[in-house]
């Protein structure tokens, strides 16, 4: 006989748990404490089993029956409703622990250890800055509960102060970090799929770089007359002649250089191509090395902050030693040692272009002709290392090279 709500408040504790049956297989049981809890009774694959769907009087009889339907229809659909039950509470779990910061932090410590593809410093820094952006806005929502607009709305508060291009790489993150939590079955599918296209594209722009000779002299003699920090000033002294990235230069330790052999062994953990990269070491490099060795050697960073010898010197130190000399943004930066350099190697017609390119570190889609042409071309980039720092010294020391060595202008293409 069906259960009804009066039987069942009627229905009273005894010294030992008992049953009031409903219907197809649903039933009360109540506990010598006096609580009541429903169950209901199915069998699947051959097995009978019962399923806890609720207490009394949180859950009412028309609820508890509409329960008990909701579970003959899993397993009439073949699938186990204690099985789905126990699904269904881990999603709710994870999804209520899950928000987007975690899941961002868990993807960022991911990628600063990804082998090979693991991010340089620089970029991990760069990254987790951008993320920290969206903190305020989608940050503490759990991340199965975001939606495109939430995104949309998180990365135009960035782009309407103006930043564009960190708007732009902040929504690209932010997708990598749902498609990392689809991939670990956090969320079913990418909220920025359908986002391509909706912020403004930002206007390409270039690295200040002098690449006219005669200003470069001007400026290597403006490094030589600066009176900031001493760091700082050889930092900027080593930069022309090294030309590799800033963050490259500002990362070095002492433990990479090789002074019998002349050589600076920049590993694959701190370079954009994620390949060691060999730079040759000119004499004029060698001596600014000791004289930085004096300073900060034998051990740790070679350019440390001047707060801690822990940190390596910040991204912005040699770009503000670049102002205090007069120089702007749009005409000189840290970054345009290496268009000066590739401008100039280039316009000399002394040297193969592939032994420029493997300088510069820049990558090769090729990987067999890569690795030929980085053994092929190392003899040719000693002996342009040491051309180059003594084509420096040349236009340091001269006023005016006139037409001998032509004059060009710009500024120096982003290719980092």
């Known amino acids: 006989m069906p259960l009804t709500d009066i039987a069942i408040r009627n229905a009273k504790p005894r010294e030992k748990p008992y049953k009031l049956g409903d219907a197809l297989g649903l039933f009360l049981l109540v ?45 009439f659909d073949g699938r186990d409703p204690s099985i789905e039950k126990r699904r269904d509470k881990m999603r709710a779990e994870m999804a209520s622990a899950t928000t987007f910061t975690s899941v961002a932090e868990e993807y960022c410590a991911k990628r600063k250890r990804d082998g090979a593809k693991a991010w340089a410093p620089a970029t991990a820094n760069r990254s987790e800055y951008l993320l920290s952006l969206l903190r305020g806005s989608i940050g503490d929502m759990p991340i199965a509960d975001i939606q495109p607009i939430d995104v949309l709305t998180a990365v135009r508060r960035i782009e309407r102060k103006g930043q564009l291009e960190s708007a732009r790489r902040t929504l ?10 689809v991939a670990t079955a956090r969320i079913p599918s990418d909220p920025t799929r359908d986002l391509r296209g909706a912020l403004t594209t930002p206007t390409v722009t270039h690295y200040g770089a002098i690449i006219d000779p005669e200003r470069v002299g001007e400026l290597l003699r403006a490094i030589e007359g600066y009176e900031g920090q001493p760091m700082t000033k050889l930092a900027m002294q080593l930069a022309p002649h090294v030309f590799v990235r800033p963050g490259e230069l500002r990362h070095a330790e002492w433990s990479e250089f090789d002074f019998d052999g002349a050589l600076w062994r920049i590993p694959a953990a701190k370079t954009k191509m994620r390949k060691d990269h060999l730079v040759p070491l000119s004499r004029q490099s060698l001596a600014l ?34 102002r205090r000399l007069g120089y702007a943004s749009d005409e000189m930066t840290a970054h345009g040692f290496r268009a000066m ?19 510069l570190a820049h990558g090769d889609s090729d990987k067999v002709r890569a690795a030929y042409h980085r053994g092929a071309h190392w003899k040719e980039r000693v002996e342009m290392a040491q051309w180059w720092s003594d084509h420096l010294d040349s236009l340091r020391k001269l006023d005016d090279l006139g037409s001998s060595c032509g004059r060009t202008s710009g500024t120096g293409r982003r290719r980092t």
């Not at 009978?48 to 008990?68: D, F, H, Q």
């Not at 070679?302 to 770009?319: A, G, H």
């Not at 350099?341 to 300088?359: F, V, Y």
Request: hydrophobic share 35%; glycine share 10%; net charge positive.
């Open 172 to 181: 690209q993150l932010a997708g990598a970090v749902f498609r990392y939590a």
């Open 289 to 322: 090395l000791e004289d930085a060795k004096a300073l900060t050697g034998p051990e740790g960073y070679v350019f440390p902050s001047i707060r801690s010898r822990r940190r390596p010197m910040s991204d912005n130190t040699i770009n503000a030693g670049l």
């Open 341 to 359: 350099a590739s401008t100039l190697l280039n316009e000399s017609g002394k040297w193969h272009p592939d032994a420029i390119e493997r300088a």
């Open 31 to 75: 506990k010598p404490t006096g609580g009541k809890l429903w169950r209901v009774k199915y069998r699947i694959h051959g097995k009978e089993k019962a399923l806890a769907i609720g207490t009394y009087p949180t859950v009412g009889l028309a609820e508890a029956r509409r329960r008990r339907d909701s579970a003959r229809e899993l397993v």
